[in-house]
């Protein structure tokens, strides 16, 4: 074996174990992997059968942290390429055998390829020029610090010993049970070390330290504080980040200072990379961090002369430099504040905050809680969600015990006032490590204005201690304990109007920021039990604007409260305010990110190597049968094109990702296909048009999935597939395999529930109730769908009047709503449609019949829509009649023609979110723009805002002023176990009028065609 590769990997400090090398010599033949998981374990990796001859090179143990002279090394040769397993096999048993095995650390284990060295190397040297032009960038610019920093940075990449590890992780016993955890070894010269659980940490960026004892159960915090506390930082590091870089997994971001670290530990094993603030790196060398942070996964060692910071080290030692080397021994206690759950708990308004004031934290993003708080004078039911991670809003209800839903009994009986509005937060700023962060908010911005107010507010912390200080207005200001200061600025900011305009849901632009000013703030302080926080804060508000129908005196603005987390799922909070009132608040929490639910499906195919010589050997039902039973394709079609590409062209099935849905199709037709196939073609279908087609190599994907390729996972498929559109017709396919179209009519039930909230004769109104549907394709391009309505349960009996009192211009399209409340079954829809693909990327829709349940009559729609562009817009119009009361087969007088231009855009830049706008003429004749705001999360919940305005003023709209409401669409996936592109959706209209109301379609060729760029369908 060539000295210098032995010598390369022997000298690596702190690789306490085993060195195995291997040295693959003379590879010859083809390899055939197998099923992984038919067939016996030969089958599954390829011919075992070949002689693995073993050579005992004796080798000089040095720099490996612990001296065990006489190590020895093993040679291996073969003649085809062979599997990790059998490698781990051959080289634990010949260890055993000479009894130099004992207690590996597997996550730590490493395979080297030293054929890659040269490219590592070149990297290596790559990084250390640009380290080098980079001090010389500051040298120039009198930058020291900086210079310093660059250069301290170079020496460490010029120390750093690299060796290529294509296969990061090493886990033996995996490696026996999955072909993902069993790879397959090139051609080439490897090494493999076995080492025992690593005694220290490696420290690399902005430290002088190289090396920290490791210390089991230690925070990242507890090894940056005992650098800092020995002055082995060096002049601008970031102080909140660290990066932790291991072998088997990614890079891990971690905060670690005073206001934001999260308890998190090392893993043994694991490297630290104390990033550089970002001002090191201009912007010619922006992606040199990134670089140098790659290269630290295949770190195996240093060479340099850095400081070693050990258990022996003499100034941790000596006392006259205030070492905090005991606290590094002495791991934080589960009850220390940055192991704990340090999420943000809710205010009575459900807003992030103390107890009546917000606070400029947010919730993790996604997060959605439902609460009730009972204040005495209010009770407050409140549905708040962190839209973005810098977007906090909340619609509520609050009922006012003291006072009447209206002076007439005739109108609402003795109903109490319902008050309904909507509370916004963005954040301005994030905290760092010198500036506190920084929220604006306003509440009740858009109601009647019984609850207004504006804030600005500003969070600093210090470990367990939550501090909030902020400037309030409106009710949030009523104490006016400060001068309002933008009366500086204009002397209309001195006086607040006294009453909102309007009817309610506009933006009230005179009011904000205006009138009397306060303070506000206060504390909260994480107990030493987790689930309880104590609170502590000083209200803005003194309540003598509040209209409450009782005198309330707040001549304390001091409150006191605890909030209680028994579950995750569950906060309670109690307290003492006003220094004469209890009050308390229920919060139900989940969070639309991170929801997940167990699956019951079928395991990945990974393909035999037994497979058929031609495809005349095919069994194409067979196959058909698979992508059925599999999930992935519902009605698959297949066309063979030449010998070398095979085309299904199917409704996609029940998978809902369409990176997982081609990935598990492509691997059962690389189970059955020949291997004179070598593309495969998908083409999936919406409304038996196609919408897209996606492509794969052959070959390359079934390396991928037999984890052959080295860097790469077999889950990382999706980039091997390319999309595009789909050919308007086929030339030179023929049929393998047609699924015929059946004339079965399908059909089932769908419950429904539907409540309204806040209506004069009670606050909430519901109905329970199932839709019987049915619905066939009489031709590929016709569809009838038939829906009935039957009833179940309602408290519609508690309606004072079937029609309201208000004399309205505008035509009842939408109001008359309680006139169709009686109905014990009615017909809600029956519809025929046509459905057209026109071109490449225009798709039509022609229909007619029952719409819905208000009106009946024709329409169409065109859409034009390119494959994985952001854009999408088209138009429908529609010729409509009202549908009678009864809600059977009679009409109204009442027709109108209505329909829209539209505008998608899918927002990269705005985290998942879609924007829509719709212009033309609504149901009641009016004319303006539907504006639909869309944000998808990881776990595929969409919550939608929408609104319309229209050229109808707010008097003559009524209460509301325009429509305006929100919706939440869930997966069925999250609710049920079984795969499935199903969703359910709940909406929620504050008030719904005549005005801005759009025809309710079925077809929207939007959501048919989803698939050209999934926003639901992933």
């Avoid at 009740?444 to 207005?473: H, I, M, P, Q």
């Avoid at 291997?675 to 998908?682: Q, W």
């Avoid at 504006?931 to 209460?959: H, K, L, M, P, Q």
Wanted: glycine share 8%.
């Amino acid at each position: 074996m060539n000295k210098d590769v032995m010598g390369y990997l022997l000298t690596t400090p702190r690789m306490v174990g085993t060195l195995l090398t291997l040295a693959v010599v003379n590879l010859a033949g083809g390899f055939q992997p197998a099923h992984a998981d038919e067939g016996s374990e030969e089958r599954r990796e390829g011919s075992t059968s070949q002689q693995v001859t073993v050579h005992v090179i004796p080798l000089e143990q040095k720099g490996l942290g612990q001296e065990r002279p006489g190590q020895e090394g093993f040679e291996f040769s073969w003649e085809q390429p062979i599997r990790l397993r059998h490698v781990m096999t051959h080289a634990l048993s010949n260890a055993q055998q000479l009894g130099q095995i004992d207690d590996v650390y597997w996550p730590a284990a490493r395979l080297v390829d030293t054929t890659g060295r040269s490219e590592l190397l070149e990297r290596q040297q790559t990084a250390a020029d640009q380290l080098g032009q980079l001090a010389s960038y500051w040298e120039h610019r009198g930058h020291a610090k900086r210079t310093e920093l660059a250069q301290a940075l170079r020496e460490q990449v010029l120390g750093w010993r690299l060796g290529y590890q294509p296969f990061p992780e090493l886990d033996f016993e995996r490696s026996r049970q999955t072909i993902d955890a069993n790879p397959l070894l090139h051609p080439g010269r490897y090494q493999l070390m076995l080492p025992q659980r690593p005694r220290n940490v490696a420290v690399y960026g902005a430290s002088s330290g190289h090396h920290l004892p490791f210390v089991s159960g230690q925070t990242v915090r507890g090894y940056m504080q005992a650098l800092a506390d020995n002055d082995h930082l060096l002049a601008g590091h970031d102080r909140e980040h660290v990066i932790a870089i291991g072998v088997s997994a990614e890079n891990r971001v971690l905060p670690w200072s005073y206001f934001n670290a999260a308890g998190d530990e090392l893993r043994a094993g694991e490297l630290l990379w104390v990033s550089p603030d970002s001002g090191l790196f201009p912007r010619k060398y922006r992606e040199l961090e990134t670089e140098l942070t790659s290269l630290l996964k295949h770190w195996i060692g240093d060479n340099s002369n850095g400081t070693n910071i050990d258990s022996d080290d003499e100034r941790l030692n000596d006392t006259t430099q205030s070492s905090r080397f005991d606290q590094l021994m002495q791991p934080p206690g589960y009850s220390n504040w940055e192991r704990q759950d340090l999420t943000p708990t809710r205010n009575h308004y459900g807003g992030v905050g103390l107890l009546q004031t917000s606070t400029a934290r947010m919730a993790p993003e996604g997060e959605t809680v439902l609460m009730y708080a009972d204040m005495q004078e209010y009770r407050r039911y409140t549905v708040s969600m962190q839209v973005l991670s810098w977007l906090e809003a909340s619609a509520f209800y609050t009922r006012i015990p003291n006072r009447l839903y209206s002076p007439n009994p005739d109108f609402s009986g003795d109903s109490v006032l319902t008050d309904k509005g909507f509370d916004i937060k963005f954040r301005l700023r994030e905290e760092s490590y010198w500036f506190p962060a920084l929220a604006l908010g306003l509440r009740d911005f858009a109601g009647t204005g019984l609850f207004d107010g504006e804030y600005l507010v500003a969070n600093k912390r210090f470990g367990a201690f939550d501090f909030s200080l902020g400037l309030g207005f409106g009710r949030e200001g009523a104490r006016n304990t400060i001068d309002n200061p933008f009366c500086e600025l204009r002397d209309s900011f001195c006086s607040r109007p006294n009453q909102t305009s309007g009817t309610g849901s506009q933006l009230e632009f005179d009011r904000y920021f205006k009138g009397p000013a306060s303070l506000f703030g206060g504390v909260e302080y994480q107990t030493p039990w987790d689930p309880l926080r104590i609170k502590v804060e000083y209200n803005g508000n003194d309540y003598s604007r509040d209209q409450a129908g009782v005198r309330i005196d707040a001549s304390n603005p001091w409150n006191f409260g605890v909030s209680y987390r028994p579950y995750d799922w569950l906060d309670t909070q109690f307290s003492y305010e006003r220094g004469d009132t209890f009050m308390f608040n229920v919060v139900l929490r989940t969070n639309f990110n991170t929801m997940r639910q167990v699956r019951v499906e079928e395991p990945r195919v990974s393909p035999d190597e037994e497979r058929p010589a031609s495809l005349d050997e095919v069994d194409w039902a067979d196959v058909s049968w698979r992508f059925r039973r599999h999930g992935t394709l519902s009605d698959p079609r297949i066309l063979v094109s030449g010998d070398d590409t095979v085309r299904v062209s199917s409704h996609p099935g029940r998978y809902r990702d369409p990176n997982e849905l081609l990935d598990r199709s492509a691997r059962i037709l690389a189970d059955e296909m020949p291997e004179s196939v070598e593309h495969y073609e998908f083409e999936l279908k919406a409304a038996n048009q196609p919408v897209l087609l996606a492509q794969v190599d052959a070959e390359p994907f079934r390396r991928r999935i037999m984890n052959e390729d080295a860097d790469k996972s077999p889950d990382e498929t999706a980039e091997l597939f390319t999309r595009s559109t789909p050919e308007m017709e086929l030339d030179d396919y023929e049929w393998a395999h047609n699924f015929e179209r059946s004339n079965r009519i399908g059909y089932g039930l769908n419950p429904f529930f539907k409540q309204d909230f806040g209506a004069p004769e009670t606050f909430h109104f519901y109905q329970l109730g199932v839709k019987a549907f049915a619905a066939t394709w009489l031709t590929d391009n016709i569809n009838v769908f038939g829906e009935m309505g039957i009833n179940i349960a309602n408290n519609y009996d508690k309606f004072n009047f079937e029609r309201d009192p208000f004399d309205l211009p505008l035509p009842r399209v939408r109001t008359d709503f309680r006139l169709h409340s009686n109905n014990d079954a009615w017909v809600d829809s029956l519809q025929l449609t046509y459905f057209k693909r026109l071109t490449e990327n225009t798709y039509g829709a022609v229909y007619g019949g029952y719409l819905e349940r208000f009106f009946s009559g024709v329409g169409a729609e065109w859409l034009y829509r390119r494959v994985d562009s952001p854009w999408a817009f088209g138009f429908n119009i529609n010729r409509v009649r009202q549908r009678d009361y009864e809600g059977w087969f009679d009409h109204l007088e009442y027709e109108t023609t209505t329909g829209h231009v539209s505008l998608v855009y899918q927002m990269p830049w705005l985290e998942d979110s879609m924007l829509r706008l719709d212009v033309g003429r609504f149901l009641a004749g009016d004319d303006g723009v539907g504006i639909t705001f869309n944000r998808r999360f990881d776990s595929g919940v969409v919550v939608a805002a929408y609104a319309s305005f229209t050229n109808v003023s707010s008097e003559d709209y009524g209460e509301g002023s325009f429509t305006h409401g929100f919706s939440i669409s869930i997966p069925f996936d999250l609710i049920g176990v079984r795969p499935t592109r199903q969703r359910v959706s709940v909406s929620w209209s504050p008030m719904s009028r005549d005005g801005g109301q759009p025809l309710w379609r079925r077809t929207d060729l939007v959501g048919y065609t989803d698939d050209r760029n999934p926003f639901y369908h992933r």
